[in-house]
């Protein structure tokens, strides 16, 4: 097995959306202390980092805006990190404390076209859906974590190379606990290495079980337990916005990276959509809780992209009763993905592809039925011989019309003033025992020089306007 | 008269001799009508342009005026898409006339602006084949932002406009206005940027 580890060390403030603007950073507390996990780049600015504690940092910068970290919104991160990451391997796990990834790739390599162009999908996906992150690359989940602390670590291949590839690192990296740690500094341990020449029995006998455990999963003397993870077979990503937000803009944002992961979700299952519902979950102490948004596409659908566009459509369009406060994204059911959407995909298919996706957008934007294909129907009324039909039943072989048919259609219009009739009459019946219906057909000009398509209705003899000669 | 003849025909004869109007429009498609091409940017529609159409009323041949172009287009696979039609594009006389309906789209839109929106992204897209847009705009930049939009696909683009704003300036390529006459549709192409002048007067089609 060959471990690709991210670990995002900014976690906690990129999942906050809409972002901070200001300094910020994100604390963690224990009793009455508190401390920094993770600041934005306005912070940074002004020198506050990670493991600060926020008192000084505020001395440093008194109007840094201090955020309760949320263990649930980084739990919640980092699975759809893991279901987008599916695309690339069937084993993907991840651990919420450490903000961790991992990826086997090993088996993807081949694929992939090689480790490089592995690696160049996989960060360029990851930046796209706005997350800073390190790297490691090594036969054990626990030593590739240990590189993405290493900034100019090689990838190691061998597991006898692991050794080698960690042992200058500072012990203070190591997955262990801190009680653990504060012994090694006292001894003088400075480096990885340094524990690892230890006796293990020793280190066993001084410090329990779990040290000389973790240190064979980190030299890949022991298999790691870690399950892979497995994404729920319905999707639903819920994200908390880190303020209520009043106009639709904002939110358009987040949905975006939201969409990014559920295209990687949906690569992974070779699967796409055709029904997806966005709900936002409105400020409290309001009537309307929340509002939802029904996206229905022609074709089956993965393209974040065009996802995206179809939904910012929806929301221009919608008047939200409220401020929101969270963006729930839920697939219910899933499709097969047209051809279309492969790599190999034809001219004429693009096309194709390409008009459902414009029509999808208008039909966003002007509503459903305003976007419409035409169809014949077998009726003598001339206003019954034709229907607007669902493009995806589209039928082509409707009988033609023989007689001759005006451009224009509309609505039968009583006329008083009867213009100059050109030719014979065309009769047209219809006998139904609820109606009995004959009309008399003529073209007409006006004085003026328009072609009038009208009829005489024989029954009551009065006359109507039913189309133009466009 | 002569002279200028004689000119023209040298003009044409001599390879390395490029006349104006030939290299103004990019590709144009063949109306159906010579006498029509004839007046025309690149001796047909011009594609990727605004093409004004200025009828005086319906009913006098306005939308026949394009069939030929239209059938040529749906021949090729290409969609033709209404947007906002005053009145229905009744389907019977669209099949009779030689368009296959599964190439017909008709777009329904709440107002000026959305027609307009929509007629830009179509063309944005550049996959329709002819877009055939009713529009009442008046502003000279809602008009210029759909020959952008042109611009960057290559579809025909149609503007009915009302009669009243025959006179009012446009940035259009092509202007043509639409009259009856004794059962024949009279267009006057009242502007024609890299065509022949303005102010040519054609008789071109039997409308019943």
Known sequence: MLWLSLHFSSLATELREPRDVGPAAVVDRHGSRRWIISCNDAARQARIHSHMDATSALVLMPTLKLIDRSRSQERRALQALASWSEQFSSFVTFDAQRWLLWIEIGASLHYFGGLDALMGKITQGIRELGYTFATGIAPTIEASALLTQHKDAQPVHQTKAIKLGISALPVHLLAISISTLDVFRDVGWQYIGEVLNAPRDQLARRFGPDITQYLQRLLGEAADPREPYRAPATYRRRLELSFAVDATEPLLFPLRRMLGELQGYLRGRDMALQDLQLTLVHEKNNAAASTTLQLHTTQSQRDAQALWLLLREMLERTALPAATVELIISVKQFVAPDIAQLDFFDDKAKREQSWSNLLDKLRARLGTNAVKHLGLKDDHLPEKAWCVIDAEKQNTDSAPVSAQRPLWLIQPKLIQSLPNLIGKPERIECNWWQDDMQRDYYIAETPEGSRWWLYRDVQSSQWYLHGLWG | ?208
């Open chain 2, 1 to 208: 008269m002569q002279r200028a003849e004689a000119i023209a025909n040298l003009l044409r004869t001599t390879p390395d001799v490029w006349s104006g109007h030939e290299v103004a429009a990019a590709s144009s498609r063949d109306t159906g009508f010579s006498a029509l091409n004839a007046l025309l940017p690149g001796h047909g529609w011009p594609v990727s342009s605004l093409i004004e159409l200025i009828p005086l009323m319906e009913g006098i041949g306005e939308l026949q005026l394009l069939l030929p172009v239209l059938r040529t287009l749906c021949r090729e696979g290409r969609d033709v898409v209404f947007i906002c039609p005053p009145h229905i594009p009744y389907p019977p006389a669209l099949a009779n006339a030689g368009l296959p309906l599964n190439r017909i789209i008709w777009i329904d839109a709440k107002n000026d602006d959305e027609a307009r929106w929509s007629a830009e992204q179509i063309l944005r897209e550049g996959i329709a084949g002819a877009i055939l847009l009713w529009s009442n705009a008046t502003k000279d930049l809602s008009l210029r932002r759909l020959q952008v939009a042109a611009r960057e696909g290559d579809s025909l683009l149609f503007l009915y406009r009302p009669y009243a704003l025959l006179h009012s300036a446009s940035p259009a390529t092509v202007r043509i206005a639409l009259r009856p006459h004794a059962g024949l549709l009279h267009a006057e192409v009242i502007k024609s940027r890299g065509g022949k002048a303005a102010s040519t007067q054609l008789q071109l089609y039997d409308v019943a």
